[in-house]
């Protein structure tokens, strides 16, 4: 299968998660939620989502918690950079070396 | 309507015809006329269009794409330097397919200084994708603008009419401004393939990956290497464009010929001069003197530069003896751009079939140098005598 008949001559994207591509095989540190620091969890209501506004692949839900895609997220950091309470940290990927091999 | 006027108010004439949206444009010798007489017109409220007052040629052309892309029909002009500083764009607005107008007036590019006319600034621009058409008389600057933002719209990619500056754009001569109304029969609204729309936000030519993706709708789209053989594929379709637009606009305001070509005194000759812009009408001095002295002589000038009509040229070509190619461009280092775009299109059709012609390759004119009458019947009867050079030979050299 080609694009030949995809709709568009050039590059076009539109808001939503993947339109850069899988771009969470280029992810080196991920972002990991800090529940009992993040403003909706604590809350229990929908605020705050910095981090939803901020995300350049819009990979992550206003959801509570805030979920994040991981088959999209490239591990910018720019979420926690943003997060007001720090509830973001990045991590090192090899830390989940034992969960990526299971996967 | 017949008026007299020069080149440049030709070339405005034909942008207000079309209904042209937005222009933006900074002036540069010998543009400048057009801008100002279509900033004049805006001005007064003659002309229905923003008029974008711009820094730089590579804003000019930067509006234009945005201006595009928003669904605007749009114009720009420039020359020499100035096209040269637009370059990053010119690619641009090609690789995002916008079917922009710009005129080209042609001017000699720098080092040195110089404000004459030569065609080295749209030859330099040869491969980002637009379309180039060259016009040799006032009359062919207005019905080439009024012909390009069809083409170009037919085919979403960007068009350069280009005109020899002073020869053309500053020189005074009669020609006829279409109709209004026939304009309109001849060009509809502009349909964009796709215009910008705040109620569903789009990014536009982001980075693209080397490979295929899907995007969020689940479709696969193209990588850039699929953008850009969409562009040369449908570039080598804009001949057949070409074609029809040129039958239109015959059907429409009874005058047109050869979409690619203009022949004069071709059907029997053994030798053909080629060139572009307005030399070619000079030269058809030379072929009736050498005629006249029984060589078989015709002028063939090239109205369509990119896409190169190779096919056409060559049928054109095939079983001449010679053909002589004068140039006001060269691409450095080798020959004339045309004399080997010429070879490539012959050895193509016409290797192995014993109908091939020599070509002779003269460069003159450059940075404005004199063009004489005399030179040209002297140098077309020379290489009607065999093949002169190998290398090209400069015209008018005094060193
Ligand atoms: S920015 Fe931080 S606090 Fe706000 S929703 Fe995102 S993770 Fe929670
Ligand atoms: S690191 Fe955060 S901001 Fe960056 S892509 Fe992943 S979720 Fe989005």
């Known amino acids: 299968m080609g694009t030949r008949n995809y709709r568009r001559k050039t590059s076009h994207s539109e808001s939503g998660p993947g339109d850069g591509g899988r771009t969470g095989s280029w992810r080196v540190t991920r972002p990991v939620l800090n529940r009992s620091l993040c403003i909706p969890c604590k809350r229990n209501a929908e605020a705050c989502f910095i981090c939803w506004l901020f995300c350049p692949d819009v990979v992550i839900a206003r959801t509570i918690p805030p979920a994040i895609d991981l088959e999209y997220c490239k591990g910018c950091g720019i979420c926690a950079e943003e997060c007001p309470t720090k509830a973001i940290t990045m991590v090192d990927e090899s830390e989940f070396a034992d969960e990526n091999d299971k996967g | ?399």
């Open chain 2, 1 to 399: 309507m017949h008026i007299i006027e020069n080149g440049n108010v030709a070339a405005a004439l034909g942008v207000r015809l079309c209904g042209v949206n937005v222009i933006a444009a900074y002036p540069i010798t010998p543009q400048t006329p057009v801008t100002e007489k279509l900033s004049e017109w805006v001005e007064a409220g003659e002309m229905k269009a923003e008029y974008i007052p711009v820094e730089s040629e590579h804003s000019a052309l930067s509006v234009c794409i945005a201006a595009t892309s928003a669904g605007a029909r749009s114009f720009t002009a420039t020359s020499s330097n100035g096209l040269l500083y637009m370059h990053e764009q010119v690619q641009w607005a090609s690789g995002a397919r916008l079917p922009i107008v710009m005129c080209v007036v042609n001017r000699a590019v720098g080092a040195p200084w110089n404000v004459w006319n030569d065609q080295q600034d749209s030859i330099s621009q040869r491969d980002t994708g637009w379309m180039q058409m060259y016009a040799s008389d006032h009359q062919q600057i207005i019905d080439t603008v009024i012909k390009a933002y069809y083409l170009a719209e037919k085919t979403s990619i960007p068009i350069m009419v280009c005109y020899d500056g002073y020869i053309l754009s500053h020189t005074y001569m009669p020609f006829e401004v279409p109709d209004a109304d026939k304009v309109k029969a001849f060009l509809p609204p502009f349909k964009p393939d796709y215009a910008l729309d705040p109620n569903d936000p789009a990014n536009l030519n982001t980075v693209t990956l080397p490979d295929v993706r899907m995007d969020v709708r689940g479709e696969l789209a193209h990588g850039y290497m699929e953008i850009r053989y969409l562009l040369q594929e449908e570039l080598r379709g804009a001949l057949a464009v070409a074609a029809e637009t040129e039958k239109r606009f015959d059907e429409i305001f009874g005058r047109g010929g050869d979409p690619y070509i203009e022949p004069y005194l071709c059907d029997d000759a053994e030798y053909v001069a080629v060139g572009l812009g307005s030399v070619t009408y000079q030269l058809r001095v030379a072929v009736d003197a050498l005629r006249a002295e029984g060589i078989k002589v015709g002028v063939m000038g090239i109205k369509f530069y990119r896409p190169f009509p190779d096919e056409a040229i060559a049928k054109a070509l095939k079983g001449r003896k010679g053909v002589i190619v004068y140039e006001k461009a060269l691409s450095y280092g080798y020959e004339g751009a045309l004399a080997s775009d010429l070879k490539s299109a012959l050895y193509d059709s016409l290797a192995g079939t014993g109908s091939m012609p020599y070509v002779q390759n003269f460069v003159l004119g450059i940075g404005g140098r004199d063009i004489k009458t005399h030179d040209l019947t002297e140098t077309l009867r020379a290489a009607t005598k065999g093949r002169v050079a190998k290398e090209p030979v400069w015209i008018g050299l005094k060193l």
